[in-house]
């Protein structure tokens, strides 16, 4: 059974940090890309990064870009997200997904996040 | 960035409707669409890929359609476990974009 369980959300002051994990459990985590999605209270889903499976490529939106970084360690089936220069708005559940980038190279690669975490929420405030 | 907007906000249907969002992009994006639903509480679950290929496991009631900017996503008669909130999200380039969402709603 594919889980991924995420951790390390919490209260947090503005300009801080915090680190996120993903632990992957059921599937051949190293042949899969990852993504971190988060969502605000009351708010509408805001896809924030993804990584290749094997690290090598790494993706951000234009409102985390230069302050979180992805990352993964195969050996542990785990994604991270290093949450830095935090502020009020980054406040949300995040969310990991596998991306099972169906397709093929005459149709090219989809994106398709087929399983989820339950989330951990961030929390930022003084 | 792509900005894509999905309407309506929000509708009210009835159990047997048939139901239809609509999303569009900013500028076109092939056929690189995916549709999400995400009930209270829960995390989002994937219907469509590429526009139009329904997920494994997904009733077939669900379908997706559309190419370039304008795609949509139909259910064709609504069933009480659809009432939720629906999201398209492009992966036509990077950073990818989610819709703003749009909550379907019980007449």
């Known amino acids: 059974e594919v889980q991924l369980v995420e951790s390390g959300g919490g209260l947090v002051q503005p300009g801080g940090s915090l680190r996120l994990s993903c632990a992957a459990s059921g599937f051949s985590f190293r042949n899969y890309w990852m993504t971190w999605v988060r969502q605000a209270p009351g708010k509408g889903l805001e896809w924030v990064a993804n990584?290749?499976?094997?690290?090598?490529?790494?993706y951000y939106a234009d409102s985390v870009k230069g302050r979180f970084t992805i990352s993964r360690d195969n050996a542990d089936n785990s994604v991270y997200l290093q949450l830095s220069s935090l502020r009020a708005e980054d406040t949300a559940f995040y969310f990991c997904a596998r991306d099972e980038s169906p397709g093929n190279i005459f149709t090219g690669y989809y994106d398709a996040l087929d399983f989820w975490g339950r989330g951990t929420m961030v929390t930022v405030s003084s | 960035a792509i900005q894509m907007t999905q309407s309506p906000s929000s509708l009210s249907a009835s159990v047997g409707d048939r139901v239809t969002i609509t999303c569009r992009a900013s500028q076109g994006i092939r056929n690189e669409l995916g549709w999400y639903q995400q009930k209270p509480g829960k995390a989002p679950k994937l219907l469509i890929y590429g526009a139009s290929s329904l997920q494994s496991g997904v009733s077939s009631r669900f379908s997706g359609s559309g190419s370039g900017t304008d795609f949509t996503l139909t259910i064709s008669s609504l069933q009480p476990e659809d009432f939720a909130t629906y999201y398209c999200?492009?992966?036509?380039?990077?950073?990818?974009?989610f819709g703003q969402g749009t909550k379907v709603e019980i007449k």
């Open positions: 999200l492009q992966d036509y380039n990077y950073p990818r974009t």
């Open positions: 990584i290749k499976f094997d690290g090598t490529e790494k």
